[in-house]
């Protein structure tokens, strides 16, 4: 007689994971007159029934750890991730923090270099002129631009000017005026400040007061050999 078809699965365990194989064996037994040919190697089927139960879900628990398994891979992925880019704004975070660092330096040293700069020009003394003559013109007069000013003039002044310190300084001597309005503009000059501010007091020939003072900018001396007169350009 025939003998129905009956699947077996064997279950099979690997590294601690149930992994499910089938294994079909499709047999057709005849009749026989030995007693043994009458023995049949199959399941019944509320044998087959139930272990066809228990592997399903053997089956399913296995199907869940493959799926918790490649969760924490994701998550191992996403943690590996968040660090690589935790490492990327680290090393942004110093870059920036080197750049910061750089800029206060410079700037730092800038300030040191005007302090050091600040404190000598107030280490060095300033000096005031005084300068005399009997006698003095004063003349309203216009440039080649249009631009008026005032003309200072004397042919008797006194042969030496008169140097002296401001404070805290107390220095103190003469030198001649001639030399003075040589080096006019060695001594005042961009560099150094630019032109000198003045006063200038004088009394009318008219009168025996004095008259002024008149405050100006000298922005030119010279001293005219050939009309024997030292010159200011007052403005």
Known sequence: ????????LSVVVVNGAAEAEAEADATSVSS????SSSRLDAMTFQESAKLLHLLSGAADVMSRRRQGRTSISAASSSVAAGEEEDASNHHLVRGGSRLLASSCSDKLDKCKSNLKTCEKAAAEPTFLFTQMADTCKLKRKTDGKGV???EWSSKDMDNDTYVFSDRP???A???PTEYFFGGFEDMFNKKNGGKPNGAITFRHHNTEKFEGPLLSVFVEA???TDAGKFVYRLR
Not at 1 to 8: E, K, R, T
Not at 32 to 35: D, H, L, T, V
């Open 32 to 35: 026989s007159s030995s007693p």
């Open 222 to 224: 010279a001293h005219k």
């Open 1 to 8: 007689f025939a003998v129905p078809c009956i699947v077996v």
């Open 169 to 171: 300084y107390q220095i």
């Open 173 to 175: 001597y003469t030198m």
């Open 148 to 150: 008026p000013y005032f």
